[in-house]
C-alpha cells in the first residue's frame, strides 16, 4: 500500500466545459480513480485547499503527484518549499504535463523549465528508448496518443538521470518527454502527457507509466538528516 498525494490546480475544469466534459470530477479524480483501484491510499488537494498540505500531510506522503498549468504562480511560496524539502527528504514526486513550469519542480530543478508548445491537437507517438527501466515495465517499443498539445524541445532542463521516452508530434518536433532525477534522497519524475482537453489520463499506456513510477519514486524507506554543520571526532560523541 502506497500513501499517495495528489495535488490538481483544479481550475480548468471549473471554468471550461470543454474541459469538464473530459474531466468531470477533475483531473486529480481521474488520476486517484485508477491509482485508487490498486489499492493505494489516496488523497486530493486542489489550489482551494493548498494550505492543508502541511508538513504532516507530506511526512506521511510516499508518492506526490503534481498536475498545474495556469495557476503556478498561486501556490504560495510556503507550500512550495514544503514540498521540496519532502522531497529533498526522501518523497517521491511525479510532475505531470505543465507541472513542468511548477514552482517545486523548477525549485527541484533549478533552471527555468521552458518549453515551447503548439496546440494543435497532433498524434503523439512515445518512443520508449530505455525497456528495461522499471518505469518502461508493460510498454512496448512506442504507444500513441491520438491528440496531444505539441511541447518541444529545448527543454531549459537541468540533465536529466536518465531519458526514458521522446515524444515524437506529426508536426516533426521532439521532446524528452519521461525524464528521471533524485534530489537528495528523493526521486523524481517527470511525465509530459497530460493536456486538459484531451482524455489522456484515460489512456491505458499513460496509467501504466504512472503506476510504475508511483512505484519507482516510492522511499524504501524515509531517512533524518544524517549529518550536522558541527561534529565531534568519532569515539567522542
Ligand atoms: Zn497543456
Redesign the pocket.
Known amino acids: 500500500m502506497t500513501k499517495i498525494t495528489i495535488y490538481n490546480e483544479f481550475y480548468h475544469e471549473q471554468t471550461e466545459e470543454k474541459v469538464r466534459e473530459v474531466y468531470p470530477q477533475g483531473i486529480h479524480g481521474a488520476l486517484a480513480d485508477f491509482l485508487r483501484s490498486d489499492e493505494n491510499e489516496v488523497r486530493c488537494f486542489t489550489l482551494e485547499t493548498i494550505e492543508e498540505i502541511t508538513d504532516e500531510v507530506l511526512d506521511d506522503t510516499d508518492v506526490m503527484l503534481w498536475w498545474g498549468?495556469l495557476r503556478h504562480s498561486a501556490v504560495p511560496d510556503e507550500v512550495a518549499q514544503r514540498v521540496r524539502n519532502a522531497v529533498l527528504k526522501g518523497m517521491g514526486i511525479i510532475f505531470l504535463?505543465?507541472g513542468h513550469h511548477s514552482k517545486p519542480f523548477r525549485l527541484l530543478m533549478g533552471t527555468s523549465c521552458d518549453v515551447s508548445w503548439r496546440e494543435d491537437g497532433d498524434m503523439e507517438r512515445l518512443w520508449n528508448i530505455c525497456p528495461s527501466h522499471p518505469i518502461m515495465r508493460g510498454i512496448g517499443r512506442y504507444f500513441e496518443l491520438e491528440h496531444e498539445?505539441t511541447y518541444s524541445e529545448p527543454f531549459t532542463l537541468p540533465e536529466p538521470d536518465q531519458v526514458l521516452m521522446i515524444g515524437w508530434y506529426e508536426g516533426g518536433e521532439v521532446f524528452r518527454s519521461a525524464c528521471t532525477f533524485h534530489r537528495e534522497n528523493g526521486r523524481i519524475f517527470y511525465f509530459q502527457p497530460g493536456?486538459?482537453t484531451f482524455p489522456i489520463f484515460y489512456d491505458p499506456n499513460v496509467q501504466t507509466v504512472i503506476r510504475n513510477a508511483v512505484e519507482w519514486v516510492k522511499p524504501m524507506y524515509r531517512v533524518e538528516k544524517l549529518y550536522s554543520p558541527h561534529i565531534k571526532k568519532i569515539g567522542e560523541e
Open positions: 498549468h504535463h505543465s498539445e493536456h486538459e
